[in-house]
Nanobody, 123 residues
Framework: QVQLVESGGGLAQAGGSLRVSCAFS????????MGWFRQAPGKERDVVAA????????YYADSVKGRFTISRDNALNTVYLQMNSPEPEDTAVYYC????????????????WGQGTQVTVSS
């Protein structure tokens, strides 16, 4: 059973930086592609970034490209989302789902989800 625990959310200033983390357990981490999704109140849950199991391939939504960086440490079973120059529009609950296999971009392709961590960006 895969378990995912997000952490590191909180309040950030626009133009500052924040890093959220996701701890994975229960299976072989490197066999899983990981994603970061976010959901703001009244909106759909959308992909922010995704990374393949070995870290070689990544994907970024246009809205965060050049500002956010997804990375993973397979020795620590952890995936990260470094958020630089966040904007108030980035305020949302951030989730890190896992998919056994290749990198995925659609939320219904992920079987395992954490509880999410709230990120609030003030202007």
């Amino acid at each position: 059973q895969v378990q995912l625990v997000e952490s590191g959310g909180g309040l950030a200033q626009a133009g500052g930086s924040l890093r959220v983390s996701c701890a994975f357990s229960g299976r072989t981490f490197s066999s899983y592609a990981m994603g970061w999704f976010r959901q703001a109140p009244g909106k759909e849950r959308d992909v922010v970034a995704a990374i393949s199991g070995n870290g070689a391939n990544t994907y970024y939504a246009d809205s965060v490209k050049g500002r956010f960086t997804i990375s993973r440490d397979n020795a620590l079973n952890t995936v990260y989302l470094q958020m630089n120059s966040p904007e108030p529009e980035d305020t949302a609950v951030y989730y890190c789902p896992a998919h056994r296999g290749a990198l995925r971009l659609l939320k219904n392709e992920y079987d395992n989800w954490g509880q999410g961590t709230q990120v609030t960006v003030s202007s």
